[in-house]
């Protein structure tokens, strides 16, 4: 009968309320733990940092991609007129501003990473900042001597700074070890000189002795690498 329950009756029938609670309790509450996440799935596990080298390589990648636009920019400046032009240099000029950028995280990241440095320097020296360009390709040439990209475009800031002298070491050197590079310092020679006597008032810093002297120089050098061409490159390297 009903009211014959005995009270050790009545505990395991409240205990086992209590029971069925805690295992509904503890199913549900992960459950809606995970729904206020905003997920159902499993939460993922991080990933790897990247490594300093990754890191930098990454960030040397960004900045050539900015480089190459400047590039793009540039040629499309040069069919363009007026003020068309102008805006077109502007616009590659922010561009190796962002290549600048870039290429210092690279070096930050990887302070050994000769090829970031160099980059480097090019970006700089496309901003006009010709000193910090040289400091640039001075260390890419301090961890890779032999890297002649850096001693091009090196020069190719000499050039600017009209530190004439250094400008033809570089082309000697390159005369000895990369053709083409010697090439395209000398193109940047020629550059130089045409921009130079263009200007009415000839280049700041530099004497007209002196300019024309180096005049001198490059043509003879212009003369001796046309002949060392077609000697081939074994000949060439004895010039």
Known sequence: MPSSLSKPARLVDF????????????LV??????????????????SAPESPETNAQ?????????????????????EAEGAA???LLNK??????????????AVTANPRMHQAYSSLGYALRKTGEFDESIEAYDR??????????????????????????????????LMRVDQARADELMTAMKRWLAQNAQSESGSAGVSEADLEEFSS???????????????GPAQARDW
Request: charge should be positive; hydrophobic fraction near 40%.
């Open 140 to 173: 890419a040439l301090t961890l890779a001597p032999g890297y002649t990209e850096a001693i091009e475009y090196r020069a190719e800031a000499y050039l600017a700074l009209n530190r004439l002298e250094k400008a033809k070491s570089a082309y000697l050197t």
């Open 58 to 78: 990454k960030h040397y990648e960004q900045g050539l991609a900015h480089r190459d636009k400047a590039w793009e920019l540039e040629k499309k400046a040069a």
């Open 217 to 231: 120089w490059v043509e003879e050098r212009a003369d001796v690498a046309g002949h060392a061409a077609m000697l």
């Open 92 to 105: 590659a000029t922010k561009e190796y501003g962002k290549a600048v950028k870039l290429q210092r995280n």
């Open 29 to 46: 509450l992960p459950a809606t733990g995970w729904a206020s996440g905003g997920s159902s799935s499993f939460p993922s596990t991080p």
């Open 15 to 26: 205990s086992g309320r209590l029971l069925i609670a805690a295992l509904c309790l503890g």
């Open 85 to 87: 032009a102008d805006k």
